[in-house]
């Protein structure tokens, strides 16, 4: 599935020479990713291979060294491409209110589910308490929790499962146009494994409530969630893209790069565990 209901020419993302380096340590070498509105693309590559700085390029927290990477702005009419290093911070708290992350070990904050539901919409949206109680009554209903049984359940008494919905909730709460998920199934067993790609699936094929379609970029090392919900692949290695095409492609590929990555990918999948309280 391939820009799934997108226009190509609606482009969503566009990253050009993106280079980036910490403490004189080159991560990003020049690399270019072009994403089509409404496509699910899924970024892969060997773990500190840096597709979480990929990430925190692309949602404004961190500054190319060089290069450049547009977003569309969905605040203004016709989704125009902006570049992310030209805006000021509350041009890009404006862009930010069509986007949510869910983040690699989910970012829950101390407090109930409600805090952590309610959290953007009232900084990012100036919504009040009351507007964004029913929204949260239905993200946790879209991710399969009873909003009675966990709105007011404190973050430290939910389990990996149930933290990575509420992880998810609180990124739909956002109604998000463009969906970052950072290792959303990591560490998780394989049911719950099964039940998050059906979500992923489902939130990506549901519209916004902009009206146009959902792009949803996922950070993954879990190939069953590749086999299942058949993003385009693009796979990152020595600070560029060395793959980008169909998993059956990068799942047969003999190449000295990716071989040994997708032999690893179960193990890279396995490794994370949520905090524990
Ligand atoms: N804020 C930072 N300061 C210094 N170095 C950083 C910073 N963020 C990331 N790095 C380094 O950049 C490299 C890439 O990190 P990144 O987190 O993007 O890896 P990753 O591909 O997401 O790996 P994983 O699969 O393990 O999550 C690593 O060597 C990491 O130590
Ligand atoms: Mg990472």
């Given at each position: 599935?391939?820009?799934?209901?997108?226009?190509?020419?609606?482009?969503?993302?566009?990253?050009?020479?993106?280079?980036?380096?910490?403490?004189?340590?080159?991560?990003?070498?020049?690399?270019?990713?072009?994403?089509?509105?409404?496509?699910?693309?899924?970024?892969?590559?060997?773990?500190?291979?840096?597709?979480?700085?990929?990430?925190?390029?692309?949602?404004?927290?961190?500054?190319?060294?060089?290069?450049?990477?547009?977003?569309?702005?969905?605040?203004?009419?016709?989704?125009?491409?902006?570049?992310?290093?030209?805006?000021?911070?509350?041009?890009?708290?404006?862009?930010?209110?069509?986007?949510?992350?869910?983040?690699?070990?989910n970012?829950l904050l101390t407090g109930t589910v409600f805090h952590n539901l309610a959290l953007?919409p009232r900084?990012?949206?100036?919504?009040s308490d009351d507007e964004i109680r029913p929204l949260a009554h239905r993200a946790l209903e879209d991710v399969g929790l009873n909003p009675d049984e966990v709105m007011e359940q404190d973050r430290d008494s939910l389990s990996?499962?149930m933290a990575?919905r509420v992880a998810?909730a609180r990124?739909?709460v956002?109604?998000?146009?463009?969906?970052?998920?950072?290792?959303?199934?990591?560490?998780?067993?394989?049911?719950?494994?099964?039940?998050?790609?059906?979500?992923?699936?489902?939130?990506?094929?549901?519209?916004?409530?902009?009206?146009?379609?959902?792009?949803?970029?996922?950070?993954?090392?879990?190939?069953?969630?590749?086999?299942?919900?058949?993003?385009?692949?693009?796979?990152?290695?020595?600070?560029?893209?060395?793959?980008?095409?169909?998993?059956?492609?990068?799942?047969?590929?003999?190449?000295?790069?990716?071989?040994?990555?997708?032999?690893?990918?179960?193990?890279?999948?396995?490794?994370?565990?949520?905090?524990?309280p």
């Open positions: 599935m391939t820009a799934s209901n997108g226009n190509m020419r609606d482009l969503e993302i566009v990253v050009d020479g993106l280079h980036k380096a910490f403490d004189e340590r080159p991560v990003l070498k020049g690399l270019s990713l072009t994403i089509a509105r409404g496509e699910m693309v899924a970024i892969v590559g060997g773990s500190g291979c840096g597709k979480t700085v990929l990430l925190k390029h692309l949602t404004g927290h961190f500054r190319p060294d060089a290069g450049t990477v547009l977003v569309a702005d969905h605040v203004s009419t016709g989704s125009p491409l902006r570049d992310l290093s030209t805006l000021t911070e509350e041009e890009l708290d404006r862009i930010r209110l069509h986007w949510a992350v869910v983040f690699q070990r970012a953007w900084e990012i949206k100036r919504m990996g499962g990575k998810i990124a739909l956002m109604d998000p146009v463009l969906i970052f998920y950072d290792e959303p199934t990591a560490g998780l067993d394989p049911e719950m494994c099964g039940q998050i790609h059906e979500l992923i699936g489902q939130t990506h094929a549901a519209r916004p409530s902009l009206g146009v379609a959902r792009t949803s970029v996922i950070i993954t090392h879990d190939t069953e969630l590749l086999r299942r919900l058949g993003p385009r692949v693009v796979m990152l290695h020595d600070g560029k893209v060395h793959f980008d095409g169909p998993f059956e492609e990068f799942a047969a590929s003999e190449d000295p790069h990716i071989r040994p990555y997708v032999e690893q990918m179960a193990t890279l999948h396995r490794r994370e565990r949520p905090p524990s």
